[in-house]
């Protein structure tokens, strides 16, 4: 399992399914889980949970700077 790959796709599925992301928000082990489709032990699903929330706030602030920069051109 490519666990880069696998956090960018539940990137994408966390901004683009909404019960999704909020079942990540309450329980995000049973969330990855979930959408893993395998039980995997806890160390290497809060590995991947770190990973996700470090994407998540990361683009998130890129998001924001480009909005920022977007105010600046007008």
């Known amino acids: ?3 880069k790959e696998k956090i960018e796709e539940l990137v994408s599925k966390i901004k683009g399914d909404k019960d999704f992301g909020d079942t990540f928000k309450k329980d995000p082990v049973k969330a990855i889980e ?3 489709g395998v039980n995997l032990p806890d ?3 809060e ?3 770190d990973g996700v929330k470090a994407k998540i706030s990361f ?3 890129g998001d924001k700077i480009g909005d920022l920069f977007d105010k ?3």
Do not use: P, R
Request: avoid cysteine; hydrophobic fraction near 50%.
């Open 1 to 3: 399992m490519d666990i």
């Open 34 to 36: 979930e959408a893993l």
């Open 72 to 74: 600046f051109k007008k």
């Open 43 to 45: 160390e290497q699903i």
């Open 59 to 61: 683009d998130d602030i």
């Open 47 to 49: 590995k991947i949970i």
